[in-house]
């Protein structure tokens, strides 16, 4: 992930690198209870009440395009702000609901309406760029109640940017219109030249309409309701003026295009009701993050700070889903093979063959003052893109799509054996070419995540571990891939390029001494002989030893490097080890499913097992039981939840990913099309798991349904429904 937060010791001085992209965090998000919805490039952060209340590095508000077009949305009965009885968002992630009353309301000593006699709904939905409210009041006393409901709002136009905590030295003008008794817009002249408005309509007509509130006064007599719709739209000038659909008509609208975009998804019930939960949970997750491109869907990477298309958290989100709904590697890969670098940009870190990190549309990486508009400083985007498109091969048997970006893998490939080795050695790695870039460009990409046994910081050009396992498992497949399409020598280089590299990777990055891989090489070849998560990642590729991947395994899921609930980023043994972190000794969803990945490669069921459990359990203590980006690595404590990270993502794509991946990991399940064949490869399913049933399971044109149920350590698989010529099988 890009522009990460970072923690400091005690008395260290935070220098222009370890600043730069700083996420401040002066209130955590789990602490705010926020509600979260998005839609499309448009998402919204509410707090309980379904209000907006922006404050210095607030994350509410309503965003699109990387802008809040809307910092204050304030809703008070009588002048007085409601008492919150609920606030839910729907399993399908569709809409927003927030239960309100009245709190006791005085004139002087006398008491003029008695708590709990007025309730307010309020019902929310994203859809095309515009958020849509339904306000339904009902009146429980038995005299008719005056009310006065007032809606405060306010648009500061603040760039995303901005909102976490980067100063500028400048803005555009801002203004506001009324253009109609129903309808205030706020505008924002940016200086990139861009107009961006926020229309607010109301439906009924308020009493009073001001540039910066509506006020409706109500009569409602006993058991009587009123409803009044708000609509916000940020989709420009034309929203003035064109009559927008009904608040139903719409909500209707939004979620059958999101049921549409997953009906080829195959669906998972287990015998365990809150796993069941956390399935669903995510699932809702995915399809919210999922968005249209003109290349297909793609999963933007987590809200409130990355909702915007990452080329790693897409290609892993995709690759985690793989077994379930293949036509998301199809979008991902569709959508980085166009905008994939061509020419040497060093501002974006650019060269060709290179694929995307991030892609912004703010006004701040419109005007370079944050180097992210197009950016790719990422060092293993590159040969991620090239393994998912082979994996994805491998699941589909689809050459026409493989054919089609053939000329971009090889673009890919090149860019791996020449800008990404520049020196020649065999090992990808990287040196950012704009100061004002990422200074560390793996998927832990914190300032201080790269450094010595002795806590020294590692200078460039920097060879990770992990990145060295995905290039040789990108060439393994691009061999596949080549085969298949003609090109023998190809796959003939790149298998003996894979092999040279493997032998290569266990001289230079095994320790002895640690059981495990080093870290990274630092610009002089040395190793970072660290115990850490990245390690597993080689085990996720398929590098190591049978005898070394078990030993690399004994350090991961051992007490220094899991914590209870997972994995840990980095072991408590080592010296910059701190469980708050962001990089160094949390617990990342994600990176544990890989890793559970790479000990199903060895065989390792039971360590897949303990994992699964630990997420599973930890999930049953987050709201919505929502696994977020990450979590805290401290060590379990009995009859206590996992500690939540102060300002991680949540949902976040490829932690919402996670369950299903490690499902998989478990199922040992596998394609190959070309024996037409879907395969349980030594099934395993952890003690809270009695039985899985998985439903449209596809291969080519052929869909199953399977149960799986287990019976003491085995695994019985039974087809339950077929249609089509593929084979269920399993292997004990």
Known sequence: MAETPIQAA??????????????????????LGIQALKQGDTFAVFNPYGDILSWKESPEGLFHNDTRHLSRLDLTLNGYAPLLLSSNIQDDNAILSADLTNPDLYDGAQLILAKDTVHVLRSKFLWQGACYERIAIRNFSEKTERISLRLAFEADFADLFEVRGHSRAGRGTQRAERRADDTVVLLYEGLDGVARETVLRFDPTPDALTLDDARFDFEIEPEGRRTLFVTVSCAGAEAAVTPRP????????????QRAAVRDTATVETSNTAFN??????????????????????????????????????????????????????????????????????AADAEPGKILHEARNGEMARLGEVPFRRYYGSVDATPLFVLLAGLYFERTGDVETVSALWPNIEAALKWIDGFGDPDGDGFVEYHRQNADGLLNQGWKDSPDSVFHADGQMAVGPIALCEVQGYVYAAKRTAASMARSIGKAATAATLDMQANVLREKFDAQFWCEELSTYALALDGEKRPCRVRSSNAGHALFAGLPSPEKAAR????????????????????????????MSYHNGSVWPHDNAIIAFGLARYGMKDEVSQILRGLFE????????????????FVRRRHQGPINYPVACSPQAWASATPFAMLQACLGLEFNYQADEIIFNAPRLPEFLDQVCIRGLTL????????????????????????????????S
Request: aromatic residues 10%.
């Open 10 to 31: 005690a008395g260290e001085v935070l220098d222009g690198d370890l600043l730069q992209f700083y996420i401040s965090a002066s209130a955590s998000l789990s602490q």
């Open 246 to 257: 009904s608040f139903f008509t719409c909500m209707r609208a939004a979620r059958r295009v």
């Open 277 to 346: 939960e956390l399935l669903c949970r995510s699932f809702s997750d995915l399809c919210m993050l999922l968005s249209p491109t003109e290349h297909g869907l793609y999963p933007y990477a987590g809200i409130p700070w990355f909702s915007a298309p990452f080329g790693r958290d897409g290609i892993i989100t995709a690759l985690q889903m793989l077994w379930a709904d293949p036509s998301i590697a199809k979008g991902v890969l569709r959508f980085l093979a166009a905008t994939q670098a061509t020419e040497l940009d060093p």
């Open 552 to 579: 690399v395994s004994r350090v991961l899921t051992g007490r220094d490097g899991f914590s209870g609930w997972g994995v840990r980023t980095l072991a408590r043994t080592e010296p910059r080890y701190n469980p």
């Open 618 to 633: 930890s999930s049953t203590y987050f709201q919505h039981r929502r696994l977020p980006e990450l979590f805290c690595g």
């Open 700 to 731: 080519g044109d052929s869909r199953v349904d399977v149960l799986l149920r287990r019976h003491d350590s085995d695994v019985a698989v039974n087809v339950l429904a077929r249609t089509g010529t593929a084979r269920v099988v399993g292997y």
